[in-house]
């Protein structure tokens, strides 16, 4: 890898021999280094990806005006991020948690306020809310710093923007509509709602990923699909027909998604099927 750009000693920016460029950390990495020069590999800590063509000149200019004891926080948050959740971070996520707690540093005099996302986001995303309290916890003491208890659900929207590959309004609306189905499945009674539970995560990713299709018009018909399963799954679907309660809920679900997306494809409504039959045996 070569380095395009020195932020500091420990942060720099480099593009490897693909022409990817990537935020490197490391200590001393950039101690006394310029363009061009071969980034060390022995002092390579960790490496965060765009998932862009390049890193943009924005998030450059403020990696290179942060606070240096902000950036290492980060760098740490974002460790623990990885490994609790189970994602590969990219750079995206790095330099916007950067850019907001540094600009928390700046701002001095804040108003408590209860963030009107509060408990839509504890209950969408709990493990990631219970990773930003502890980030919000960590930050606070390390700077001594007192702020808002709403910035746990500011963290929280940064991590989820940066996991999806989303505008920030797009993840708030996201947020908003899965809130919006999960409380048709609360209200019904008949459903698993346990937020732990591997069934409830893995239909709440699954709606995540149909959101960012649906918004994208990208609707998934089946095609390419393995036939073998779509067989078993159609199967499925044809035993449930007649069960009015998850074919009520499933119209009540798709209700919601028509007033924002239109129609849904026989395969889409054939996957939000499936887990709701999950959540409900």
Not at 177 to 198: A, P, Q, Y
Not at 204 to 217: A, C, I, K
Not at 225 to 239: C, K, P, R
Request: net charge negative.
């Amino acid at each position: 890898m070569k380095i395009k750009q020195s932020y500091n000693n420990n942060i720099v920016l480099a593009i490897n021999e693909n022409g990817d460029e990537a935020i490197v950390v490391g200590t001393g990495i950039g101690f006394s280094k310029k363009f061009g020069d071969i980034v060390d590999e022995t002092k390579i800590k960790k490496i965060y990806y765009s998932r862009e063509d390049s890193i943009k000149k924005f998030d450059a200019e403020v990696l290179e005006l942060a606070n240096l004891d902000v950036l290492v926080f980060v760098e740490r948050a974002l460790e623990e991020i990885e490994e609790q959740l189970k994602i590969t971070v990219y750079s995206s996520l790095f330099v916007s948690l950067v850019e907001h707690l540094n600009n928390l540093l700046q701002e001095g005099s804040y108003l408590e306020e209860e963030h009107p996302l509060r408990w839509i986001v504890k209950r969408v995303y709990p493990e990631t809310y219970e990773i930003s309290k502890q980030i919000y916890k960590d930050y606070c003491q390390q700077f001594k710093i007192e702020i808002p208890s709403s910035e746990v659900v500011a963290i929280s929207l940064h991590i989820i923007n940066g996991i999806q590959k989303n505008t920030m309004p797009d993840t708030l609306e996201n947020t908003q509509t899965i809130n919006e189905i999960l409380r048709v499945l609360e209200f019904s009674g008949n459903f698993n709602m346990n937020k732990k539970d591997i069934d409830y995560s893995r239909f709440v990713t699954h709606l995540e990923f149909l959101l960012n299709r649906l918004r994208s018009n990208n609707k998934f018909s089946g095609e390419g699909y393995d036939t073998i399963n779509l067989e078993i799954y159609q199967s499925i679907f044809t035993s449930l027909e007649n069960d009015d309660r998850i074919m009520n809920i499933l119209e009540k679900i798709l209700m919601i998604l028509r007033k924002k997306y239109g129609e849904l494809s026989e395969a889409e409504k054939l996957f939000l099927l499936i887990h709701l039959f999950k959540l409900s045996s």
